[in-house]
């Protein structure tokens, strides 16, 4: 690897960009690719920009024979994150969980006796109201964002701001009568139709889930689903 390709592999990596490293291994040739821009190296043959791609997704690096050459793809991505909006039962069961699955979760909830290090130990807490934590914080294409709380002047906030960012995963809990008036309040906001169609809602899988833990499995299988098969 030349100093010049690491140089740009640390930038990315420092940026939070997802980077591929494709490695020829019979002469030592390297293309990198950041955020899917190739920024230095040769055009990569179809199969083998196929498997960064998929090893992006999957997290995982891989090894793909193209034209008589094997290539090991190396992958450099961002960290998971989860911003729970809301700080109520459901989430309760569905921070632990999200933290097993690899995710930093920082829930966020203005209601300071929702958002206690009592029921939310050694998770990071925000106060402050959803639309400005999200502007701090920065979703990326790495990032999910789910509002739990049935409250719009909560939600909605996040809503705006997460549609704003390149979160790669936008839920709302509530039933569909809920989400219609969701999504209609969204409209009159300025939104246009496929961006409000980001919003997955009612969130979560249709597992016929009824208590607050089998309703966060369903979220976060819905999640890990986006994730992995976008």
């Known amino acids: 690897m030349t100093p010049a390709v690491l140089e740009a592999l640390v930038d990315a990596c420092a940026r939070a960009l997802p980077t591929v490293l494709a490695r020829r291994l019979d002469d030592n040739r390297h293309t990198l690719l950041v955020a899917g821009e190739r920024v230095s190296g040769e055009t990569l043959p179809e199969p083998v920009a196929e498997a960064a791609r998929t090893a992006l997704r999957a997290d995982k690096g891989a090894k793909v024979e193209a034209e008589g050459h094997t290539w090991f ?6 960290p998971l994150r989860l911003m729970v909006v809301g700080a109520v039962h459901i989430a309760q069961a ?29 998770v990071t807490l925000r106060h ?6 999200l502007a701090e914080i920065g979703p990326d294409a790495r990032t999910a964002v789910v509002t739990l709380t049935h409250d719009p ?22 039933s569909k009568r809920t989400h219609a008036a969701r999504v209609e309040r969204l409209s009159e906001r300025g939104f246009d139709a496929p961006t409000i169609a980001r919003v997955h809602g009612p969130a979560g899988l249709a ?9 966060a499995v369903s979220v976060l299988g819905e999640m890990t689903k986006v994730l992995r098969q976008a």
């Open 128 to 133: 402050d109201w959803p639309d400005e934590a």
């Open 207 to 215: 597992l016929g889930a009824v208590s607050p833990a089998e309703i």
């Open 73 to 78: 793809i190396q992958v450099f991505n961002p």
């Open 94 to 122: 569905l921070v632990p969980m999200a933290t097993i699955a690899g995710y930093a979760v920082t829930v966020i909830d203005p209601r300071g006796a929702f958002a206690s290090d009592e029921r939310f130990p050694g």
């Open 153 to 174: 002047k909560i939600d909605d906030p996040a809503l705006e701001g997460a549609l704003k960012s390149d979160a790669f995963y936008i839920a709302a809990l509530g």
